[in-house]
Nanobody
Framework: VQLQASGGGLVQAGGSLRLSCAAS????????MGWFRQAPGKERESVAA???????YYADSVKGRFTTSRDNAKGTVYLQMNNLKPEDTAVYYC?????????????????WGQGTQVTVSS
């Protein structure tokens, strides 16, 4: 699976961005998709995930502000980010796996996209 993330940018606090992650190469609908971020000097953290059946998981820090969704026909997963805060500034990544997981995890993903920078100014 090849993953291509896009949609990052510079936004003021309180603003919104929508990230997209386009997948190609395998049957997209069979994959659990995850969103991750890594800020300078910090470890990569799991932000959100959506299973092949549409179950969604969110980190506490983004719950109520971020929403992930998928369009299997288009082979694309989205991360809608609202009410952005300066602490959301990071490089955001998408990843895919066929492994079964419960909740959020930063390990176990087999395919990773390149990152897209999100910068939130105060």
């Amino acid at each position: 699976v090849q993953l291509q993330a896009s949609g990052g940018g510079l936004v003021q606090a309180g603003g919104s961005l929508r990230l997209s992650c386009a997948a190609s190469g395998r049957t997209f609908s069979n994959y659990r998709m995850g969103w991750f971020r890594q800020a300078p000097g910090k470890e990569r953290e799991s932000v959100a995930a959506i299973t092949w059946s549409g179950d969604e998981y969110y980190a506490d820090s983004v719950k109520g502000r971020f929403t992930t969704s998928r369009d299997n026909a288009k082979g694309t997963v989205y991360l809608q980010m609202n009410n952005l805060k300066p602490e959301d500034t990071a490089v955001y990544y998408c990843a895919a796996t066929r492994r079964f997981m419960s909740g959020l995890s930063v390990v176990g993903y087999d395919y990773w996209g390149q990152g897209t920078q999100v910068t939130v100014s105060s």
